[in-house]
């Protein structure tokens, strides 16, 4: 199938690392064979209409909706047989003045509360409707944040916090460093979490400002799951992606329900040694948001490229640990730098697109709400610098398809879900958008 390629680039990216340049969507790794990237890519299905000929109204006021400008598809019938009608949708805005917001999480113990972080050090909640003004968590004074990389980044919170409390969260200190820690909010059902709760897991020098990752969430099998740069600075000098004696450009996977202040996994593929014990994969720039699939236990992945592509890699469930995701032998899938090896064996995305579509991709989720059973299954994903939302999905012959589904949503820096599975777009400008019915 004919891939598409468009062009744009420019804007500096204050929160991931950028670069600047093409839209290639790639072969599908359905059966996970791990065989080095082949260069012929078959498979990403591209339907019309012409993604970028939809745009979005501005928004004029306070919770105005964005939504694509009305548009005469052609090819309507197998648009809507994979992906719904964009027009019939908007994003509606549901919270607003918050500060350098990064990400959002909910807290599984049915409050319906979300949990949404600003970049300096603050977790704000959002409950039906209202933004409390009193921050739940208030760590600036520990959270370095001078780099426009750095921050609180990450938040995951424990399967079980309804009873224990726990969350977990990713930020860099002072000096610079990634710290993984696990704060209590005691008890659980309150809209405060004490900064003395704090109990670090691990603490990971970091060379330089940028490429500081951030991701933290739980998998399907309890682990929880980090998501590590290759300690910046640009193309990897140092080599940490492919490097096992570093957690630098890695997945990290961790017991946190066993040994002091975590365990090892008896199934990480280092567990025994030949590398540190908490890799899980590896070959990652700059992991920019990670999710699973709340259904099938997928794991989705959006990886910030160097200075021409970006890319989204994927996972099926109940794929093993040692999975080496090319960087920097590779860059998407064009060679960057280096020779493979000869056997190694490498995941090629399933998806890339190049800096004339945006600079910076934030990977998203997979929309399992019950709002919009239309878009089940369906992964949304954007870029921070180009403000679109498109969308991924698996069809029943393992290809993908794509199409851009939204634009205008301002510096996207992160999607999250609701309990009930509802999606929100965060924008790095202050606000938090939701996907209704028109």
């Not at 972080?117 to 208030?138: C, H, M, S, V, Y």
């Not at 209590?184 to 990971?204: K, M, N, T, W, Y």
């Not at 025994?272 to 590896?282: K, N, S, V």
Request: proline residues 8%; negative net charge.
């Amino acid at each position: 199938m004919k891939s598409i390629v468009h062009r744009s680039c420019g804007l500096i990216f204050v929160l991931l690392l950028i670069g600047c340049q093409p839209n290639a969507p790639l072969a599908s790794p359905t059966q996970l064979e791990l065989q080095a990237i082949n260069t012929a890519r078959p498979g990403v299905t591209n339907l019309p209409p012409d993604p970028t000929q939809q745009t979005v109204s501005p928004l004029t006021q306070e919770n105005e909706a964005v939504h694509p400008e009305p548009t005469s598809p052609t090819g309507a019938e197998t648009v809507v047989q994979i992906f719904p009608d964009p027009n019939a949708y908007r994003w509606v805005e549901v919270a607003g003045r918050l500060k350098a917001p990064v990400g959002m999480a909910f807290a599984p113990d049915g409050s319906g509360r979300l949990f949404i972080l600003e970049q300096e050090g603050t977790i704000r909640i959002w409950q039906n409707g209202q933004l409390a003004q009193k921050p739940f968590l208030d760590i600036r004074d520990r959270v370095g944040s001078r780099g426009s990389e750095q921050g609180l980044l990450g938040i995951a919170f424990h399967p079980r916090y309804a009873e224990n409390g726990y969350f977990y969260v990713n930020y860099t200190d002072q000096a610079g460093d990634t710290v993984i820690a696990r704060f209590q909010a005691d008890p659980p059902s309150g809209d405060a979490a004490s900064p003395a709760s704090e109990r670090v897991l691990l603490q990971i020098a970091q060379p330089y400002a940028n490429h500081n990752g951030g991701a933290v969430v739980f998998g399907p099998d309890g682990y929880l799951y980090l998501g590590l740069g290759d300690g910046g600075s640009a193309g990897d000098p140092q080599n940490y992606a492919q490097s096992l004696n570093t957690h630098l450009g890695k997945i990290l996977r961790l017991d946190v329900d066993a040994g002091t202040p975590y365990a090892i996994p008896p199934t990480n593929p280092f567990a025994a040694g030949g590398g540190l014990a908490e890799i899980w994969a590896y070959g990652l720039r700059n992991p920019w948001r990670l999710a699973f699939d709340r259904k099938t236990g997928d794991l989705y992945i959006g990886d910030v490229g160097q200075n021409q592509w970006e890319e989204i890699d994927y996972l099926p469930s109940g794929a093993g640990g040692d999975l080496n995701f090319g960087w920097k032998y590779l860059e998407g899938t064009h060679p960057y730098e280096g020779t493979i090896p000869p056997g190694k064996s490498l995941i090629p995305p399933i998806y890339e697109y190049g800096h004339e579509q945006g600079c910076s991709v934030t990977g998203g989720v997979v929309y399992r709400g019950t709002q919009l059973a239309e878009w089940d299954g369906i992964y949304l994903f954007g870029d921070y610098c180009a403000g679109w939302v498109d969308g991924l999905r698996r069809l029943a012959n393992g290809n993908w398809a794509y199409q851009r589904l939204f634009s205008g949503l301002g510096r996207i820096s992160s999607f999250g879900e609701d309990e009930q599975g509802e999606v929100y777009v965060i924008d790095h400008g202050g606000k938090m958008y939701r996907l209704e019915r028109r």
